[in-house]
């Protein structure tokens, strides 16, 4: 089936895969919310339609929101599709599960760029400008007995994301793991990478985690 992937749009990759994993391995009810933040292409938005859940995708970038509805229409599902800063444009919706693929990666910048499509993956200086605001924001709007599927790199630390989501209420816990070689993007940091202690002498893989945090019934 044909999928969307152009320029300037974040490609599904490896922590894509590992999360659509984690989707699959999780019950869902026919009808469920479902709300993906940072859709890119929409492939995990996608992948929750088909089966049968109520999907809104958001994301900052006009060309991957747009990308999103034309993959949904190939793919013959329905995809609610909005453009905003992470859960600013649904500022009312509850949902049975949340999934984000959000950036993560540590980065010299202080802040994530304001545009372009290195958004989709700078994470600030220790990796979590992001992952935090998810922290904070993402378990208030879970139904009871909802769940946040996240994807991060181990170098943006795993247990600040647990601690968070486990003092917002949830239960938290990492459920999926894979190392891959690194991309781009950290073969051009290294040297700062261990500069900061993220990275040890001969490291030459990074950890991807997905996190399952649940909200009791």
């Given at each position: 089936?044909?999928?969307?992937?152009?320029?300037?749009?974040?490609?599904?990759?490896?922590?894509?895969?590992?999360?659509?994993?984690?989707?699959?391995?999780?019950?869902?009810?026919?009808?469920?919310r479902?709300l993906?933040i940072?859709?890119?292409?929409?492939?995990?938005?996608?992948?929750?339609?088909?089966?049968?859940?109520?999907?809104?995708?958001?994301?900052?970038?006009?060309?991957?929101?747009?990308?999103?509805?034309?993959?949904?229409?190939?793919?013959?599902?329905?995809?609610?599709?909005?453009r905003?800063?992470?859960?600013?444009?649904?500022?009312?919706?509850?949902y049975?599960?949340?999934l984000?693929?959000?950036?993560?990666?540590?980065?010299?910048?202080?802040?994530?760029?304001?545009?372009?499509?290195?958004?989709?993956?700078?994470?600030?200086?220790?990796?979590r400008?992001?992952?935090?605001?998810?922290?904070?924001d993402?378990?208030?709007?879970?139904?009871?007995?909802?769940?946040?599927l996240?994807?991060?790199s181990?170098?943006?630390?795993?247990?600040?994301?647990?601690d968070?989501?486990?003092?917002?209420g949830?239960?938290?816990?990492?459920?999926?793991?894979?190392?891959?070689?690194?991309?781009?993007?950290l073969?051009?940091?290294?040297a700062?990478?261990?500069?900061?202690?993220?990275?040890?002498?001969?490291e030459?893989?990074?950890?991807?985690v997905?996190?399952?945090?649940?909200?009791?019934?």
């Open positions: 089936m044909l999928f969307l992937r152009p320029p300037g749009v974040y490609a599904p990759q490896d922590d894509t895969s590992l999360l659509a994993a984690a989707l699959r391995a999780e019950p869902m009810a026919p009808g469920a479902v993906d940072g859709t890119g292409t929409g492939a995990l938005a996608v992948a929750a339609a088909r089966r049968g859940a109520r999907v809104t995708a958001v994301d900052a970038s006009l060309r991957a929101v747009i990308t999103c509805r034309i993959n949904a229409r190939l793919s013959a599902v329905t995809v609610r599709t909005r905003g800063d992470l859960l600013r444009p649904v500022p009312d919706g509850r049975d599960l949340i984000s693929n959000p950036p993560y990666v540590p980065s010299p910048l202080a802040g994530p760029p304001r545009r372009g499509r290195a958004r989709a993956w700078e994470g600030g200086h220790d990796g400008y992001v992952l935090d605001r998810i922290c904070a993402a378990p208030a709007r879970l139904r009871p007995g909802g769940v946040l996240l994807v991060q181990a170098l943006s630390g795993i247990s600040p994301t647990l968070a989501l486990v003092r917002a949830l239960d938290a816990e990492v459920t999926e793991r894979r190392f891959v070689p690194f991309g781009p993007r073969r051009e940091r290294v700062w990478l261990r500069e900061r202690g993220l990275l040890l002498p001969g030459d893989k990074e950890e991807l997905v996190i399952r945090a649940e909200r009791a019934l």
